[in-house]
């Protein structure tokens, strides 16, 4: 049995779950449809928690020491425990060869490699890991940091709220440094959360419209995404059909990868700050005129907090 551990920063709400490398983690659990169960650590608490659980670090601090992070597994197949979104979704592929890969590689027979004028490695095998790795890096430099501004006051609104059933959390206390000095605002501003209409929803849709973008380079071409071809738009997306029948529905086509945890955790982390049945989810849901729209119900299927 595999032991998940995520973050939590209010105990009452089960789907208050924010951390989106933990999504990350969740959806590649969920996907292959291992079992598995969840321990939660505070956010105020990760570092003790992490050295009571023998879980190794994944980085170092500016002064050399370790940094803990989360999410985290143990398995106890293996009694391997493993920390960093992209390393469990690695160690989850290696030991578990037989549910669908997050990282596919391609074998591709030296015949065919001659006719569609591929470089390949003399094993013949494409890997898919570095570029999966650059769409990760790609993600929390550009993409994650506009959804992280667009959560912020909400997710602090709740947590606040939250402070009588949440005794000892601590979550203010540990993070108000950490959080002025990523977003260089005052914690009382930090904390107000954004209206729909206020710029921040359009910096996260545009930001996450990036992926939207590559995601349709392999779609029929007619598609636009310029607003005055909006009509010719919707005739293009009637006629060209689902996204599922056009190219498979997800980034690497039809089968979900580790791409597709990273792109779907932003969704699940918007939706668990907001809430699902929010106005605000459902104004998400509608994001990129509507064309998100399958690819967010697609993943939702492997978002159950287990
Ligand atoms: N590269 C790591 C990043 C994980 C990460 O940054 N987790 C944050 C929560 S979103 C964390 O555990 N922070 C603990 C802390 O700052 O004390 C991964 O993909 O798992």
């Not at 939660?40 to 050399?64: E, W």
């Not at 920390?83 to 065919?112: C, G, H, M, N």
């Not at 849709?205 to 995601?215: C, D, F, H, R, T």
Request: charged letters at 25%; proline letters at 6%; a negative charge.
């Amino acid at each position: 049995m595999i032991t998940f551990y995520d973050i939590k920063v209010n105990s009452t709400d089960p789907a208050f779950t924010v951390s989106p490398f933990c999504w990350q983690a969740r959806l590649c659990l969920n996907y292959k449809q291992l079992p598995y169960h969840t321990i939660y650590a505070l956010y105020s608490n990760v570092t003790a928690f992490a050295k009571k659980h023998g879980i190794p670090p994944t980085g170092v601090k500016p002064d050399g020491s370790p940094s803990y992070t989360l999410p985290a597994i143990h398995d106890s197949k293996t009694n391997a425990t493993v920390s960093d979104s992209f390393k469990i979704a690695r160690y989850l592929d290696e030991t578990y060869p037989d549910t669908p890969a997050f990282f596919p590689i391609a074998i591709i027979p030296p015949t065919v490699g001659a006719s569609v004028d591929v470089n390949l490695s003399t094993d013949g095998k494409l890997d898919t890991r570095v570029l999966l790795a650059a769409w990760e890096s790609m993600a929390t430099s550009t993409v994650y940091p506009k959804v992280l501004k667009l959560n912020v006051g909400k997710l602090l609104a709740r947590v606040e709220d939250s402070a009588d059933s949440f005794p000892g959390g601590g979550f203010v206390e540990s993070s108000q440094r950490k959080f002025e000095m990523v977003f260089g605002m005052r914690w009382d501003e930090l904390g107000k959360e954004p209206k729909l209409g206020e710029p921040v929803w359009k910096e996260a849709e545009e930001a996450v419209g990036i992926w939207l973008g590559l995601l349709e380079k392999s779609r029929g071409s007619s598609f636009r995404r310029d607003e005055s071809d909006k009509d010719e738009f919707m005739k293009d997306k009637e006629s060209l059909g689902t996204l599922e029948s056009q190219r498979g529905l997800w980034v690497m086509g039809g089968q979900f990868t580790f791409a597709d945890a990273v792109v779907g955790a932003a969704f699940c982390w918007i939706r668990s700050v907001w809430g699902q049945d929010s106005e605000e989810w459902a104004s998400v849901k509608t994001w990129g005129e509507g064309r998100w729209l399958e690819y967010i119900e697609g993943v939702e299927k492997y978002a159950t907090i287990l």
